[in-house]
């Protein structure tokens, strides 16, 4: 019984280590084809708009009754509008999705200023202070680079959250590997 606990627990670890690694290459791999990326990137988001388009084209058309049909309608049209747009026009769509994440960035900055000067009784309060002028000043060179940084900022940043939830895996999967096989006490002992 505990060798197939022991069997399921390094295979699940197995697949994490191999997962973390698979993961760390894409993103290295992303972030040395950006433009690439960015395209991908790009192409994914229209996909799931034009997708959530439909999902709630079906929903209006199964709650007729309980009212506002003209406004899911419009709203699901919108979705699928968008995401066909992202798609003829891929370009068009990086350089709207770059200047969102800089307003976004901008705007997250802003509030997280905000919150450090409302926390700075407490001890801690620097560390929302300092993601707050890290974000403002990653919004604003994003705004001041805009449009020439748009072809590969954003396959770059997805390569960057890539490898590091890659490299993130593979440390917890490497931390459980030693947790589940600890070394022999009695080997130590002597």
Sequence with gaps: ???DVSRDTNKNVNGSLISGVILSVLG???IAAPNFATIFAETWIAAILIFAGF???VYATQTRERGGFIWKILLSGLYIATGIMLFVYPYTGVLTLTLLLGTFLLTEGTFELILAFKLRPQENWTWPLANGI????????IWFQWPFNAPWLIGTLVGVSIIFTGIS????ALNARSTSNPP???ANAT
Excluded: E, F, P
């Design 28 to 30: 290295i791999i992303a």
């Design 184 to 186: 022999d006490q009695t």
């Design 1 to 3: 019984m505990t060798s």
């Design 169 to 172: 895996r593979v440390m917890l």
């Design 55 to 57: 999902t709630k084209l």
């Design 134 to 141: 890290i974000t403002l000043v990653l919004g604003a060179m």
